[in-house]
């Protein structure tokens, strides 16, 4: 703490010399780090209340609220002390003078109202004194009198300022001295300073060692001039006998530190002139930016491309707000919020919600009315075409719902209508779900009329069974055929085959195959091959190929694969039917009858194995002789 490493000494006198009151009054109070001491005189009357003491007290009080060796603060205590005299005065106006010191025991500062006075003493000299607010002491400031002749001069009472006063209150405050050990200050009253001049005060100090000390003597000086009447006086000795030192290096960190700032200061100034400058040519780029994005966006809004417009006018509103022109930003926004209306709506159309798409159209439609910078006629036409998407819409719906009650006819009348409208207005979405809906609806159309011939089909060939098991054989035929065209006609070909198979069956019946000749081979022989499938007997292939009504030679060699009987002869007397093998004659015993091959129906191929080709070529003999040309029945029933 300042105070324990420095020596401050107080001493001091008053007293009421020749009169029953003492109108003066010291105090004074050292806190830990700064000290205060006050002197006052009392100026008025009043057998009551002490004005210096209670102005003393009110310097005091404040100083220990706010203590500080400022000067706005010292210069603070003297105006309250002012302002309690100006209240107290009630019977009479209150007035004193008053001096004070405040240090904080390395530096002092002092203030003055009215005539009371602070001497300082340097090395046993004065250093310093306070000056007089007194008429007298502007006379010397002004030289009108000479500096030794103030302290008698008869003007020395004549206060310009002092607490109390009615006119403007003008305390003197000093700046702030520097101490140094052995620094003595002297507060006085003019009681004192009137009868004891600087000159002597230097004396008794030289020769005090304390304050009490060189009080007394001053007091002893006083008392010297048998003066017959003497005021009150009143003398406070202050011996700074070691001041607190302070650091040394603190003074340069303080001089850097306060030179840094105001190099910040300087160049916070300096920024705050660059960013100005900068800021001058932001808005000046702003304000231009401002109608060149106006005009570009005015040139998209005549192309019909309203997102780029959009932008533009967004940009060209935020260059008006930088530049503050509130009136252009307005007209912006009203550019834009028309622009983003279309811009909603387009949008919309292609989200296929058309609803929202007019009313955003109609919401737009609004806005521009009466403006020519908007293409009214094309926001027109964007709303008609959404109108026609939505009746496309509207009537696919309608066919939906047929098409989910089975109404095919219906639903394709509505698909059809909805996609000629589709088409004219251009609407490629809407067509292409409508070419859709007809396919389904060609699709559901076909397995209807398939399922229907079928029935039909099926009923034919129905009738085609009872005819047949009626033996109404050629009604059957004809039923059968009727149902294998329907079956043809949708493509059933299981259907098909199986109505040729009761064709044939039927035509077998209503032309069964004709009985076998008497003349046959006898019972008993092996089975004659033939040409006939399956169970057929096959047909006999010996002398295939020969001449009709020729005998075949008794050792004639069977062909590989046929095994003819040795020396059987071939029937003679029958002539084979074209695509139809002879059938042996019963009768003959040595022969066998060769079944009837079956028609080949008209629209079936025959196997080509089954029947043996009536012009076949003969086989020649190999060995033996040719057989007798047209040998009679009788004849090749003799032949062993």
């Known amino acids: 703490m300042r105070k324990d490493n420095s020596e401050f000494i107080t001493g001091f006198l008053s007293e009421s010399g020749s009169f029953v009151r003492n109108k003066d009054y010291f105090a004074y109070a050292q806190l830990d780090d700064i000290a205060c001491w006050v002197i006052a ?113 008869e003007e020395r ?8 006063t009615p006119n403007e209150f003008r305390p003197f405050v000093s700046k702030k001295l520097p101490l140094y050990d052995g620094d003595v200050f002297l507060l006085a009253t003019p009681g004192l300073w009137e009868k004891v001049n600087p000159a002597e005060m230097q004396d008794g100090l030289q020769e005090a060692k304390d304050p009490e000390a060189w009080i007394d003597t001053l007091e002893d000086v006083l008392l010297s001039k048998q003066e017959h009447v003497v005021q009150n006086y009143t003398a406070a000795a202050i011996f700074a006998n070691k001041i607190f030192k302070t650091d040394p290096q603190k003074k340069w960190r303080i001089i850097k530190r ?58 060209a509103r935020n260059a008006a707000n930088i530049v503050k022109n509130k009136i252009q930003a307005t007209l912006l926004a009203k550019k834009i919020r028309i622009t983003q209306l279309i811009v ?58 047929l098409f989910e009650g089975q109404d095919y006819a219906g639903a394709e009348a509505y698909y059809q209508k909805a996609r000629k409208l589709a088409l004219e207005t251009s609407f490629v979405t809407g067509e292409k779900e409508l070419r859709t809906k007809l396919d389904e609806v060609a699709s559901k159309k ?95 292939q010996v002398n295939q190929g020969a001449p009709v009504n020729q005998t075949a030679p008794a050792n004639q060699t069977a062909p590989v694969n046929q095994t003819a009987p040795v020396n059987q002869t071939a029937p003679t007397n029958q002539t084979a039917p074209i695509n139809q093998a002879v059938p042996v004659n019963p009768v003959a015993p040595m022969y066998q009858l060769v079944p009837v091959p079956p028609v080949v129906p008209t629209n079936q191929a025959a196997p080509p194995a089954a029947t043996a080709p009536a012009t076949q070529p003969v086989q020649p003999p190999q060995a033996n002789p040719p057989a007798t040309a047209n040998p009679t029945q009788e004849e090749a029933a003799k032949t062993p």
């Open 41 to 153: 005189r009392g100026l008025d009357n009043d057998q009551e209340v002490e004005s210096a003491e209670l102005a003393a007290k009110s310097v005091l009080g404040y100083f220990l609220q706010k203590p500080s060796i400022s000067r706005y603060r010292i210069r603070r205590y003297l105006q309250e002390a002012h302002r309690v005299l100006q209240a107290e005065s009630h019977r009479v106006r209150l007035k004193a003078s008053l001096t004070v010191i405040v240090t904080d025991y390395a530096r002092v500062r002092y203030g003055v109202a009215g005539n009371t006075r602070m001497y300082q003493f340097r090395n046993g000299r004065l250093q310093w004194q306070s000056k007089d607010q007194s008429l007298a002491q502007q006379m010397v400031d002004g030289e009108e009198i000479a500096e030794d002749a103030l302290d008698q001069h």
């Open 446 to 540: 076909t397995g209807i009329d398939k399922e229907k011939k079928t029935l039909d089909g099926d009923k034919l060939e129905k009738q085609g069974d009872e005819s047949y098991a009626a033996q109404d054989f050629e009604g059957a035929i004809q039923s059968y055929t009727m149902a294998q065209e329907i079956y043809q006609e949708i493509g059933v070909l299981e259907k098909v085959l199986a109505m040729e198979r009761k064709v044939t069956k039927a035509e077998e019946k209503l032309n069964p195959p004709a009985a076998p000749s008497s003349a046959g081979a006898p019972a008993g022989q092996p089975s004659v091959q033939g040409t006939g499938a399956g169970s057929q007997p096959p047909a006999v």
């Open 258 to 315: 306060v030179a840094l700032i105001l190099l910040v200061l300087a160049l916070a100034g300096g920024g705050a002139l660059l960013f100005k400058m900068k800021e001058a040519e932001r808005i000046a780029d702003a304000a231009t930016g401002m109608f060149e994005h106006e005009t570009a966006g005015d040139a998209f809004i005549a192309e019909g491309d309203y997102p780029k417009a959009l932008k533009a006018y967004s940009d």
């Open 344 to 401: 909603d709506g387009d949008t919309a159309v292609k989200d296929e919600q058309y609803t929202k798409a007019l009313d955003k159209y109609d919401k737009a439609l609004k806005e521009m009315k009466g403006r020519d910078d908007f293409n009214e006629s094309e926001i027109l036409e964007k709303k008609e075409k959404t109108q026609s998407y939505v009746l496309v819409m509207q009537w696919k719906k309608e066919g939906d719902l």
């Open 157 to 164: 009472h004549n206060l310009l300022s002092y607490l109390g």
